[in-house]
């Protein structure tokens, strides 16, 4: 008989053939596709895993190219968004599963929907604010999540499982305010420890998967460069807003749109509140008459003396050039929300 695909798995006993036959009916979610998330996705195809939604906003620049494995130069000059690309590459290492890609950027009305019918959501996530968004949605819906972060040579793992143990703000505590901590833009980060995280968050996932008894109940702190690994116990603590006293102070926090500064860029983004109404054709069908109108599959972009920036089918508007948070939503106005 034709040895298969997973043989090496299957022979392996804490999977075996019918620990493969999960993972091929599982369904992950894995936000954020940058150097984690797009590493994690590789090694879940690889293992079977029979559904893997990818959810990312970013477009693959050539910096990502230093550490983010799965992605190529042709990415970068075709201006691929990260979850497509992704998406493309590991379909041609694996044809037998499925693999939904999800353009979009992840915000307080559409979280929920995005980590509906999974069993195991993995954070790929390159900034606090949506993995402290993330841990409130998945305590709301009793959806486990594995956590991982990297910065500069350094990185952390937790398994968040609700009801059983403690959750993100229980490790990190309150969100720090911007500025204060230290991000992968203002320190930068070493591709090694994104693949020792990223190979961690994928065995917990498969273990979740398995309802493996070696599933980690610990956290995991390590550094590539100063060479060490660490396990420690974290406290559920039972005044912690979100797994102590479910409040969602982030989810329910919503505006009619919000404005983020962009790390790196000259560039702001706009959401605006997902009501259904948007109507991207509509309005992409409109600029053109207000300036120069490039469209592709997955984004338009848009320039003429006053405003630049690209246009997503969800809504979304990456405004470049522009000095603040006020501007962008100023040009959102007048050619997007109009
Ligand atoms: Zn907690």
Known sequence: MAVGRYHRQEIFYPIGPEGQKKLQQARVCIIGIGALGASVANMLAQA??????????????????QRQALFTEADVEQQ???????????????????????????????????????????????NLETRYLLNEACDKNGIRYVYGGVVGSGGMVMNVLPGEGPCLECLLG??????????CDTVGVISPITNIV????????????????SVCRQAISMDAWDSYTEFFDVDKDPECPVCGKHQYTRLEHRQKSYTASLCGHDAYQVTPEDDGSFDYEAVVQALKGEGEVKKNKFFTTFKNDEADFKLFPDGRAIINEVPSGDEAQKIFAKYIDC
């Not at 979009?104 to 195991?120: A, F, H, R, S, W």
């Not at 720090?176 to 991000?183: A, R, V």
């Not at 990223?198 to 008894?213: G, I, N, Q, R, V």
């Open 48 to 65: 079977g895993v029979g559904y893997l939604r990818l959810i990312d906003r970013d477009i693959v620049e050539l910096t990502n190219l």
């Open 80 to 126: 691929l968004p990260k979850a497509e690309a992704a998406r493309a590459h590991i379909a041609q290492m694996n044809s037998e599963i499925e693999i939904e890609a999800k353009i979009v950027d992840v915000n307080p009305y559409n979280i929920e929907k995005l980590i509906t019918d999974v069993d195991i959501v993995v954070d790929g996530l390159d």
């Open 174 to 183: 309150p969100l720090p305010e911007e500025g204060s901590y230290d991000t």
């Open 198 to 213: 990223a190979s961690y968050e994928a065995a917990e996932t498969m273990k979740l998967l398995l309802d493996s008894e």
